[in-house]
């Protein structure tokens, strides 16, 4: 079955600085996708940012962006520029790409603080 | 992507009792998926839905406890029986993306139980 590490219970940044939140996973799959999505404190889960395994180029979605290692099976998510509204739960998820299993595997999380 | 939301936002039961949450879409989906979040945790699967057949659990999770509707393409529910204490939870309803993008989940904004 598959699974996914988030390493870091708790984070912090300065506004405006940059911060890498790590994410690894492991699968004997080779075709699958990877996600991070983030919950506000009370608020919705929404979706940061995807990325399709078999695609070498990592995604970036405006200050967010991933950086894909597919063989160390790491996935991390680098926030640039963090502005406060960015504090939030940030979840790493994976999704096989084989039909019939379309669940979300979660980690754990991650606590990001954004200190101004 | 589609728009989800959820009844009741949040709830405050009896042990004994049941709850039933509501998730309605916006655009007509084929799969639901039903998640659960305890306290300070990760999201859980507790079950697929597909319109017309019965619901997938998954393992930990049965019928008698959560059972799930899912009369049409916009709308399921679960049901949350027998409450005790240990089943206040957030509870979360999600639905594939449109078109292309069916890998990638977007969620409801959840319903806070707590169970006295």
């Known amino acids: 079955a598959q699974t996914v590490t988030q390493s870091q219970p708790e984070m912090s940044v300065q506004e405006a600085e940059t911060v890498t939140l790590s994410c690894t996973y492991d699968?004997?799959?080779?075709?699958?996708?990877l996600f991070w999505y983030k919950q506000p404190p009370s608020r919705q889960m929404i979706l940061v940012i995807r990325?399709?395994?078999?695609?070498?180029q990592n995604a970036t979605e405006n200050r967010f962006s991933v950086n894909f290692q597919k063989a160390a099976k790491s996935f991390s998510l680098k926030i640039s520029d963090s502005q406060l509204g960015d504090a939030a739960m940030y979840f790493c998820?994976?999704?096989?790409?084989?039909?019939?299993?379309?669940?979300?595997?979660f980690g754990k999380g991650t606590k990001l603080t954004v200190n101004p | 992507s589609a728009v989800i939301s959820q009844k009741p936002s949040r709830d405050i039961c009896q042990r004994g009792t049941s709850l039933t949450i509501q998730c309605q879409v916006d655009?007509?989906?084929?799969?639901m998926f039903w998640y659960r979040q305890q306290p300070g945790q990760s999201l859980t699967l507790i079950a697929t839905?597909?319109?017309?057949?019965?619901?997938?659990?998954e393992s930990g999770f049965v019928i008698d406890k959560f059972p799930i509707s899912r009369p049409n393409l916009t709308f399921s529910t679960l049901t949350v029986s027998n409450l005790s204490p240990e089943d206040s939870s957030i509870y979360l309803c999600?639905?594939?993306?449109?078109?292309?993008?069916?890998?990638?989940?977007?969620f409801g904004p959840g319903t806070r139980l707590l169970v006295l």
């Open positions: 839905a597909n319109q017309g057949s019965e619901a997938t659990y």
């Open positions: 998820a994976y999704r096989t790409s084989q039909g019939g299993s379309e669940k979300l595997v």
């Open positions: 999600s639905v594939e993306g449109n078109r292309g993008h069916e890998e990638t989940q977007y």
């Open positions: 655009s007509q989906v084929t799969m």
């Open positions: 990325q399709e395994a078999y695609k070498q």
């Open positions: 699968t004997s799959e080779s075709d699958y996708y």
